[in-house]
């Protein structure tokens, strides 16, 4: 069945849907861009139309009513975003003037009944519909019409410039404070003074705001009162003029060379919102929800973003006034639960899902669902920021991040391995971050299975119990009630007790079944015999916890434990990628590209091991094992003999391990046919590439190590190769 259409058509093959606000009301995907587009392209002498969006209303009774809103900014953006991350892209500022309608008017098909939410003002029969009136359902008054016009002043200190767009509490105003500076501020009224729900949400916007002060806020100034032409007091709130872009119109601005809208960049957008979750969580903080987050509501400018339009703000625990948000953002608990910290969390996802995926929020009054990792390339690259994805929007509101604070902590992790994965395919600059410090997890408890690649059978299989005993533990705070549980877990562990351990998980569960920690632990308990299992409960950690390392670490190491190399080695590239210092990611790479027959691709792994790492020189010596190694048809020659001795020259040896590596490359050397050709005048391992400097050089290696060495018969044996290696004379 084909949707009506409410705008022009989309234009898809095969589609006969209608355009809403840049979206298919049919398929959902963005609109195909048009040359001049009124969010995006503001013109010195002004924008003729409103941007509008759907805004949805929920009294103390539950009962859903249907607002519009509208946005319009300019700006520029800030180096810092995203920690400093990210590049994100400059927006230069524009005359406050410019951002004006030219013509003020809400579209037909986003004007609904403040009282019942029916459709009013619509066209018939070819005549337009009627900014003003009354619904022909309840009855109740409407009004479409800016109640202030240019030149009013307003509360003998504001002086009314013109309309900048429509919300979902009316029309919002530019106009000058002529008592300070004569500095640009906006004016926010009612949409119908009439509208009991309407009016008290403005009152208590005025209560709430006056004690909000964060940086990412917009500030308020004042709360004044104006008597409209029937003699009628209309209040305003008076605002900073924050003149920017919003999300929305640097969403709308950016056009693939086919012409249609292109999403944002995974890394510009989770930039973003690690800039406004503090903003949230200050909020929440002061007992506040924000209610209605979503691109419309973030302006970016002068190297800053601010949230916006703070209408819906209400005390989480308001359980009378409406409740004001966004179909396709608003969380589907509101209608029963209320706001909370967790529906704004919701509200976050749905918005990096809009900015980075191409859907539309909603379609036919509903919330669009989020595509599959399968169905999506977005999701598919970022495996970890469809988990986020997952998890910041799950209908659950429980099992959602439980702070703006754990969600951005989460995001960043996922920007770095989203930068990670850029740079290893080529979409940006190869570069090395920091690694993120986990406020989760301790540190490594060591390394569990560096040697396996030394082995001269080839790379082994770790062993479960060194693997469980070496992955990290999550922190404890003497402050959790938890944490006796969790050291006696630990402590079972330890001793090799899986059931003991076993039995205080489920203890633990008893307490908060949500926790995290009690499948970090079920992972460690099940290495041991059931790794398909533990791959189980540390994938589930890996949902909740999308930012960290360990988890990925941890699913690597059970797929290795369980046979399943090309799992094991895409989580091994996952992590090493992202933190080159995690020691068992690298090994674990070259394991299974070793195995997979990579010989060359096994090498880079370990040769992303930085020289800060304690575990820089093992990694290296193990490049080396892997050059010499003839297995699979592949034969050792001087090239590749060359670039080994020239790592093991630049590595600070022990003196013993430093002969052993040298009597292993000089003998490889000489085995090879014809030594004295093809290296011109290159020195290997500091003597000329001819067989009887090789053969010296060997033996005195030979001899040095027998030096060196406290085993009498390793000694002698030593020796007697040796002299079997000394170059023949004829004298």
Request: glycine letters at 10%; aromatic letters at 6%.
């Amino acid at each position: 069945m084909t949707a009506a259409r409410s705008g022009p058509a989309c234009g898809r093959p095969g589609c006969g849907g209608g355009l809403e606000d840049n979206y298919c009301n049919e398929c959902g995907y963005a609109a195909p861009a048009t040359p001049h587009t009124a969010a995006t392209d503001p013109s010195p002498s002004g924008r003729a139309g409103s941007v509008t969006s759907t805004t949805s209303g929920t009294g103390g009774n539950g009962r859903p009513s249907q607002r519009s809103s509208t946005r319009s900014a300019t700006g520029t953006a800030r180096r810092g975003v995203g920690g400093g991350l990210v590049d994100v892209p400059a927006v230069p500022r524009i005359d406050p003037a410019s951002a004006l309608l030219i013509d003020p008017q809400v579209a037909e098909d986003k004007r609904f009944c403040s009282r019942c939410g029916h459709p009013v003002g619509r066209s018939r029969n070819g005549r337009p519909g009627r900014a003003e009136g009354f619904c022909p359902h309840d009855g109740a008054a409407f009004s479409f019409v800016p109640k202030l016009a240019p030149g009013d002043l307003v509360a003998g200190q504001y002086e009314v410039q013109g309309c900048l767009a429509h919300g979902g509490l009316g029309w919002i105003y530019l106009a000058i404070d002529r008592n300070v500076n004569d500095r640009w501020v906006v004016l926010k009224g009612l949409l119908d003074s009439g509208d009991a729900d309407a009016m008290a949400a403005a009152v208590a916007e005025r209560r709430f705001l006056a004690q909000v002060n964060h940086p990412n806020i917009v500030t308020i100034h004042n709360f004044v009162q104006h008597f409209d032409r029937a003699g009628t007091p209309v209040g305003y709130i008076v605002m900073e003029y924050v003149g920017g872009l919003s999300l929305k119109q640097l969403l709308e601005a950016k056009h693939r060379p086919d012409g249609t809208l292109e999403p944002l960049p995974v890394a510009q957008a989770i930039a973003y919102a690690m800039e406004i979750l503090p903003a949230l969580g200050y909020l929440h903080a002061q007992g506040l929800a924000y209610c209605d987050f979503k691109p419309d509501n973030v302006i970016q400018y002068d190297r800053q973003l601010k949230l916006i339009d703070l209408g819906a703000v209400i005390r989480i625990d308001d359980q009378l006034s409406a409740v004001y948000g966004t179909i396709g953002y608003q969380a589907p608990e509101i209608a029963t639960e209320g706001p909370s910290a967790s529906s704004d969390i919701y509200t976050v996802g749905r918005t990096l899902a809009v900015l980075t995926l191409g859907i539309s929020p909603a379609r036919h009054g509903a919330p669009v669902e989020l595509p599959t990792a399968a169905e999506h390339p977005v999701l598919s690259s970022y495996e970890s920021f469809d988990r986020l994805l997952r998890r910041a929007t799950d209908p659950d509101p429980r099992r959602r991040f439980r702070s703006a604070d754990e969600m951005c902590e989460q995001l960043n992790g996922v920007l770095h391995e989203v930068l990670a994965i850029e740079a290893a395919t080529g979409d940006s600059a190869d570069r090395r971050l920091a690694p993120v410090q986990s406020t989760l997890f301790g540190p490594p408890r060591g390394t569990f299975a560096p040697g396996l690649l030394l082995q001269p059978s080839g790379p082994g299989q770790p062993d479960p119990v060194q693997v469980a005993a070496m992955l990290p533990l999550p922190l404890v705070d003497a402050a959790d009630p938890a944490t006796r549980l969790l050291l006696l877990i630990r402590a079972d562990l330890e001793a090799g007790d899986r059931e003991a351990a076993a039995s205080m998980i489920d203890e633990l569960a008893t307490h908060d079944p949500d926790d995290w920690r009690l499948d970090w632990f079920r992972g460690l308990t099940a290495l041991v015999g059931d790794p398909e299992g533990a791959s189980t409960a540390f994938d589930n950690v890996y949902g909740s916890l999308p930012g960290e390392v360990a988890p990925k670490l941890a699913l690597a190491a059970a797929a290795e434990c369980a046979g399943d190399g090309q799992l094991a080695q895409h989580y091994y590239a996952l992590v090493a990628h992202r933190d080159p210092g995690v020691a068992d990611a690298a090994f674990g790479l070259a394991r299974m590209r070793l195995q997979a027959g990579h010989r060359d691709s096994a090498i880079a792994a370990l040769d992303r091991t930085p020289q800060s790492s304690s575990w820089h020189v093992t990694a290296q010596l193990c490049a080396v094992q892997i050059a010499l190694m003839r297995s699979r048809g592949v034969k050792v020659d001087k090239d590749k003999l060359g670039c080994a001795a020239d790592r093991v020259e630049k590595l600070h040896l022990d003196p013993i391990i430093e002969q052993e590596v040298r009597i292993t490359l000089l003998t490889a050397a000489v085995e090879l046919p014809s030594p004295r050709t093809g290296m011109g005048d290159k020195l290997f391992l500091g003597c000329r590439w001819e067989r009887r400097q090789l053969r010296l050089a060997l033996e005195q290696s030979l001899r040095s190590l027998a030096r060196l060495t406290s085993d009498a018969d390793e000694r002698i044996r030593l020796v007697d190769r040796a002299n079997s290696v000394h170059p023949r004379s004829w004298l």
